[in-house]
């Protein structure tokens, strides 16, 4: 079975404050995304890599970094949190070849 | 961006009734994926159709994608409590969401 953890199911942090969201995948995935969801918005895309080191943008990447410097890891990181970036944060992967996407159980974040 | 509208929004039947949810776009799909959310927990991939006027069977499933590529059905047969969730249907890639299909069935 595919896999895909997440550092946190949930986390509280205050306004200003550096969050680093971790996910790791054990499929040997090309592709790696996250996305936020909130009510009434669906999932939003965030950011998505096709490779090591690599990066694209996704509809909402503003105030988000990432970085993929290992095949199975994909950190998403809130340089300077905001209260507007309380939400659910799912990563996901999935190989090149497919359009089928694996998601993580997701890390509920609040930021006070 | 390709935009997807899922209906209806809420859903709520009784255990054993049949339902039909929709997802549809004004473009053509390459290819449309279909998931289940329970939650708390993040989406399940459930069926990817690629052929326009292709049928999948998943159980009580019925997946249809639409002959000119451009809107989708799932279908649930007597459903159950199990089937409580956010039913989402998602572009090529999976780039694109729908805002999906919350689905409550009461016993």
């Known amino acids: 079975d595919v896999k895909v953890t997440q550092s946190s199911r949930y986390l509280v942090k205050r306004t200003g404050e550096k969050v680093f969201l971790e996910c790791v995948q054990d499929?040997?995935?090309?592709?790696m995304f996250w996305y936020r969801q909130d009510p009434g918005l669906g999932l939003r895309l965030i950011y998505f890599?096709?490779?090591?080191?690599?990066?694209e943008k996704g509809d909402i990447p503003e105030g988000y970094s990432v970085s993929r410097e290992k095949k199975e890891r994909f950190s998403l990181i809130l340089e300077s949190a905001s209260t507007n970036q309380t939400s659910m944060y799912l990563c996901?992967?999935?190989?090149?070849?497919?359009?089928?996407?694996?998601f993580g159980p997701g890390t509920r974040l609040t930021v006070t | 961006t390709q935009l997807l509208e899922q209906s209806p929004q809420f859903l709520s039947i009784q255990e054993g009734e049949n339902l039909t949810v929709y997802c549809n776009s004004s473009?053509?799909?390459?290819?449309l994926q279909w998931y289940r959310q329970e939650p708390g927990e993040g989406p399940v991939l459930l069926v990817t159709?690629?052929?326009?006027?292709e049928v999948k069977k998943l159980k009580r499933l019925t997946f249809q994608f639409g002959d000119a590529r451009k809107d989708s059905s799932l279908h649930i047969t007597a459903a159950q409590p199990g089937d409580t969730g956010l039913y989402l249907c998602?572009?090529?890639?999976?780039?694109?969401f729908g805002k999906g299909t919350s689905l409550l069935v009461t016993p």
């Open positions: 473009s053509v799909f390459s290819s």
């Open positions: 890599s096709y490779d090591v080191k690599m990066k």
């Open positions: 998602a572009s090529r890639y999976a780039l694109n």
């Open positions: 499929m040997d995935h090309e592709n």
């Open positions: 996901a992967s999935g190989l090149a070849s497919s359009y089928e996407q694996y």
């Open positions: 159709v690629v052929t326009g006027g």
